[in-house]
């Protein structure tokens, strides 16, 4: 499913026109996102929880010249599915 076939759904079910579904979609994405780069979880009861991840800096090898290369340390965002997501894929 891509971002526009989830805006259909979304205006559908909610009974709403898919500009403000779509609206609706992009201030959740920027919540999220805003919310992530502070650190912060964002949990939604049922369905997961988003969250960042530390990465260590590692060693690691260029496949092409095999030479040993730095990998900087970063955050990784991650998902962690509820019970609900995941009582409803079974």
């Known amino acids: 499913m891509n ?8 205006a559908d079910k909610a009974e709403i026109t898919k500009t403000q579904a779509n609206a609706a979609l992009d201030a959740f994405v920027e919540a999220v996102t805003a ?22 800096a590692t060693t ?11 990998i900087p340390a970063s955050n990784q965002p991650k998902f962690k599915a509820g019970k609900g997501l995941k009582d409803a894929l079974n």
């Open 60 to 70: 690691g090898r260029n496949p092409r010249t095999g030479e040993t290369i730095k």
């Open 3 to 10: 971002k526009q076939e989830l805006v259909d759904i979304i």
């Open 35 to 56: 919310a992530l780069k502070k650190k912060k979880e964002v949990r939604l009861v049922g369905f997961g929880t988003f969250g960042v991840s530390k990465r260590k």
